[in-house]
């Protein structure tokens, strides 16, 4: 597809043993991340998902579900991090010809917040990134069939995967050619995603018209578009950003491929907050070829890169394991500490005197992470209720609740029980209080009510 002309010979990278140690610090902030961190809400929700496997689920394609079915939530997160990592590492050494730039190149990704957050998080973006940087090195290699079926994998993973598919035609249209083995690619990605359309078409595109509305169709404008930039500060990093622009209009005519499949996803999702409230990780693909770019700059550009991502990974790593600063609602640590207590509903009759045991058969949540993370750590049926968000436990339907049994509402600062909920049953009982806590801060309130005797 692209030129292979010959680029700058031996770029100036890092160094050697400063990539080295980039990655290996790297990789031990994930592990401690992973493993010293409560399940993300959102984890476990696709964790749900793995228990019942299906070809499309109403947010997003079923590809991490399968491989959190197949490898476990902590798994898929660090090998598709680490995976993504390798695939980095080998296109820019394919487009620089060089080791020290397919180093630097390894080392500037592996410290962008955005990649980290997806190596060790398990979520959609877990096997996306890696997916859609193999399609990006197979394209620049113009390996077809290896394009397509990663492409196909991409796209399973995530929707916004045709983007590359988007800065690949412009590519097209800007060098007036289109190899044949590119239809062949174009079919193979999509035959991928044939069985999810289909999954969609049965459930009336659910999960389709879930994304457009999720990311056009909103109270949008300046303000949202700030916050967006902001974020992107964030979680790309203060001088990936910037330099993510200069590399997309002022980078190497033969790295065109790139450069578009950097400011494609950019542009788009910059269009869509400006239309709606958007999600700071949607870019993050992105800034996988930015890296790639980077590498060929000079050295104190790499460098201010590097350091700018390592301080926001470490900044955050810090202050997840110990807390020095407070905050009014501390999110960071609310989204990663304090969700085990939930283990005490796998036993309710512990909490309630006078229960019996097994006459509980469920439990329900005003919200869909809430109600996936009593799933994951009490491993009870549950279900959502209530004025929530449409998600995929209105897609399964609630559990069965035969008639004389009890269920359990749990709240978190969230409205009291429904009465489309507590109208099904004939007594509602005093709650009980399980609080969150991580190094003497109360991270969550959960209250914790007895709903008895289902109704016929």
């Known amino acids: 597809m692209v030129s292979l002309a010959p680029a700058p010979p031996n770029p100036v990278g890092l160094g050697l043993k400063t990539c080295i140690a980039l990655v290996g610090v790297a990789l031990i902030v994930r592990l401690v991340l992973a493993f010293g961190t409560d399940v993300y809400f959102d984890t476990a929700y696709y964790w749900q998902w793995s228990q019942r496997l ?86 620049w290699r113009e390996r077809w069939v290896w ?9 399973l993973a995530k929707f916004p995967a045709v983007l590359l598919g988007v800065a690949f035609l412009l590519t097209a249209m800007k060098l007036r050619r289109l190899p044949r083995g590119a239809w062949g690619t174009g079919a193979l990605a999509a035959l991928c995603l044939i069985p999810v359309l289909l999954w969609n078409a049965r459930h009336d595109w659910v999960g389709i018209a879930f994304q457009l509305r999720h990311g056009l169709d909103g109270k949008g ?23 993510a622009f200069v590399y997309a209009f002022k980078g190497p005519r033969e790295q065109f491929l790139l450069r578009m499949a950097a400011l494609v996803p950019l542009l788009f999702f910059g269009y869509a907050a400006s239309r709606a409230r958007g999600e700071v990780n949607w870019t993050t693909m992105a800034y996988v070829s930015v890296c790639v770019g980077v590498a060929g700059m000079r050295r104190p550009w790499q460098i201010a890169a590097a350091a700018s991502g390592l301080a926001v990974v470490l900044a955050v790593t810090l202050h997840l394991f110990f807390p020095v600063l407070t905050f009014k609602r501390d999110t960071a640590l ?16 512990k909490l309630f005197p006078g229960m019996k045991p ?17 799933a994951h750590y009490a491993r009870v049926p549950v279900g959502t209720a209530g004025p929530v968000r449409f998600s995929q436990y209105d897609v399964w339907g609630e559990p069965p609740i035969p008639p004389g049994k009890d269920v359990l509402w749990v709240e978190e600062d969230g409205p009291f029980a429904p009465a489309a909920l507590t109208d099904r049953f004939e007594i509602m009982d005093e709650h009980v209080e399980l609080v969150g806590t991580f190094q003497g801060r109360r991270l969550h309130f959960f209250r914790v009510w007895w709903v008895r005797n289902a109704r016929p």
């Open 221 to 243: 404008g300046w303000g949202t578009l700030g916050e967006f930039i902001a974020g992107q500060l964030a979680f790309g990093g203060l001088v990936i950003l910037p330099l």
């Open 147 to 155: 394009a397509g079926v990663a492409s196909g994998l991409a796209l």
């Open 334 to 349: 609310w989204r990663t500490h304090g969700w085990d207590v939930l283990r005490q509903l796998s036993t309710p009759e």
């Open 358 to 374: 097994d006459s509980v058969v469920a439990v329900f949540a005003g919200n869909y992470q809430l109600a996936s993370q009593i």
């Open 54 to 139: 299906d070809w499309g689920y109403y947010d997003h394609p079923p590809l991490v579900a399968w491989l959190i079915a197949l490898l476990g939530i902590h798994a898929t997160a660090l090998l598709c991090g680490a995976g993504t990592i390798a695939a980095v590492w080998g296109l820019a050494r394919d487009v620089y010809q060089s080791r020290r730039a397919a180093w630097s190149a390894a080392a500037l990704w592996s410290v962008v917040p955005g990649g980290m957050v997806a190596g060790v998080w398990a979520t959609p973006d877990s096997p996306l990134l890696l997916f859609w940087t193999l399609a990006l090195w197979a394209l």
